[in-house]
């Protein structure tokens, strides 16, 4: 994400860059605060974004005002939960301003019927309808052409707008912790991180009776509590992308939804497996063994109707050939992106797989 930096034409303005800014490098820096107002400090100097009233100490002050963060026992400066909260909706709203309107769909089947939002379709009256789904003009129209507008109205003169049949659906994020996630300089990690962030306050707001959850995968697999997800980060792991797959599955059997669906970001092939009692790593080339142990979970998620979408961040034809087998083997969907625009690819996605049930 970038910024041009110039004279703010007021503090108003100067206040919402600075947070901006102050809130991605939050990302970066995995939720350390004290780095990142550090960073935000250079940034303020190097662009002469800092006025005479208002520096480094007063966007301090202003945090601690607003609620955002606070400070410990030992003086330093900590994010709160509405911090957290602030940061989601951050995320949140950079990956739509980023993304095409008319891509983006609604909480909704195909079908009608149930108690979502009304309809435009109509249909005839039946007994136990609620009176609140009347189409007056329809009814007014039917009752014209029977009558020529004398009398008084029909029960066969009613019509009913339906409602859309909205569909829960619970979502597993599957996350690549590996050591190639910020390899050779590329970061790849904080639009990951980004992701989680804004998928879970797309739930959290809009869609309340849904579930998300992030399984972060590396050597080993392990869940994460959304209010962890802005202090994520990668470590010298391996990539064990069938432990991940299998904490997705048992998380998913839980989950009492219509739709289920794995979305998995990761930049690499898989190059571990547990395998008699321990983990049997190897770094070098697509290892048959490992390969098939982790196609059979594929295949697995397949048959568990579980809709599985990756999100390829490299563009190695030889790790992209691997997706391609493994999306073969799930019958998924996998799209292949750089990391500066894989935000927008899976928010996009998943709002458009609101609209399927998975069988």
Not at 54 to 78: C, N, T, V, W, Y
């Amino acid at each position: 994400m970038y910024w041009r930096y110039g004279k703010a034409d007021s503090l108003d303005k100067l206040v919402r860059d600075l947070l901006r800014i102050y809130r991605q490098l939050l990302l970066i820096f995995d939720g350390d605060v004290e780095t990142s107002l550090e960073q935000l400090d250079h940034v303020g100097q190097r662009y002469q974004l800092w006025r005479e009233d208002f520096g480094i100490e007063e966007f301090k002050q202003l945090l601690e005002r607003s609620g955002e963060a606070r400070r410990d026992a030992r003086g330093l400066m900590k994010m709160t939960r509405k911090g957290e909260r602030a940061l989601r909706r951050q995320a949140l709203q950079d990956i739509f301003r980023g993304m095409d309107a008319r891509a983006l769909g609604e909480h909704r089947t195909t079908q009608t019927g149930g108690s979502g939002e009304i309809a435009d379709e109509t249909r005839p009256f039946e007994f136990g309808d609620s009176v609140d789904t009347l189409d007056a003009h329809r009814t007014l129209s039917n009752w014209v052409k029977r009558t020529g507008g004398e009398g008084d109205i029909a029960e066969d003169d009613l019509e009913v707008r339906e409602r859309e049949r909205n569909t829960s659906c619970a979502t597993v994020l599957l996350i690549d912790v590996s050591h190639s996630m910020t390899l050779y300089g590329e970061d790849r990690i904080t639009p990951a991180k980004r992701v989680a962030l804004a998928l879970t306050e797309l739930i959290l707001t809009k869609y309340p009776k849904d579930t998300i959850d992030v399984v972060l995968f590396g050597d080993e697999a392990t869940t994460v509590p959304l209010e962890r997800l802005p202090y994520l980060s990668n470590g010298p792991f391996h990539t064990n992308t069938r432990a991940g797959l299998m904490m997705a599955q048992d998380i998913l059997r839980r989950r009492k939804a219509v739709n289920r669906q794995i979305v998995m970001l990761t930049d690499g092939k898989p190059s571990a497996i547990h395998d008699d009692g321990g983990i049997y790593k190897n770094p070098f080339g697509l290892d048959r063994r490992i390969v098939n142990k982790t196609l059979e979970e594929a295949v697995r998620c397949r048959r568990r109707g579980i809709r599985v979408t990756t999100f390829m961040l490299t563009s190695d034809p030889y790790l992209q050939k691997f997706i391609e087998n493994f999306t073969e083997a799930c019958r998924g969907q996998a799209y292949f992106a750089d990391s500066a625009r894989i935000e927008s690819f899976v928010l996009v996605d998943f709002m458009r797989n609101r609209r399927r049930r998975v069988r």
